[in-house]
């Protein structure tokens, strides 16, 4: 009976997913290695996509993307202001 348990309980233990890509291009990679400062700093950002735009919050304000057909280039930095705000100037 107790063995019974212990399989029902291992099988039904959950794994944490992983939010990790399975693959990332060489320049998103160096780019988070770079951030990190190669591991030695904990990095946390917020970004977010919406249609043709990608944003990115950094501490001093929103690098906002839009998409090329190919990839996303930076549009412009906007100093101070927050993710949410950055989003709604371009709905």
Do not use: C
């Not at 990332?24 to 160096?30: S, V």
């Not at 946390?44 to 990115?56: C, D, E, S």
């Amino acid at each position: 009976m107790i063995a019974a348990v212990m399989v029902f309980a291992a099988m039904t233990s959950v794994t944490p997913s992983s939010a990790a890509p399975e693959t990332i291009p060489h320049g998103a990679a160096m780019f988070l290695a770079s951030l990190s400062n190669d591991g030695k700093r904990k990095v946390t950002f917020r970004a977010q996509g919406v249609g043709t735009h990608y944003f990115f919050e950094e501490p001093g304000g929103v690098s906002v993307y839009s998409y090329d057909g190919t990839q996303y280039r930076r549009e412009k930095f906007l100093k101070g202001t927050t993710l949410a705000a950055a989003i709604k100037k371009y709905k």
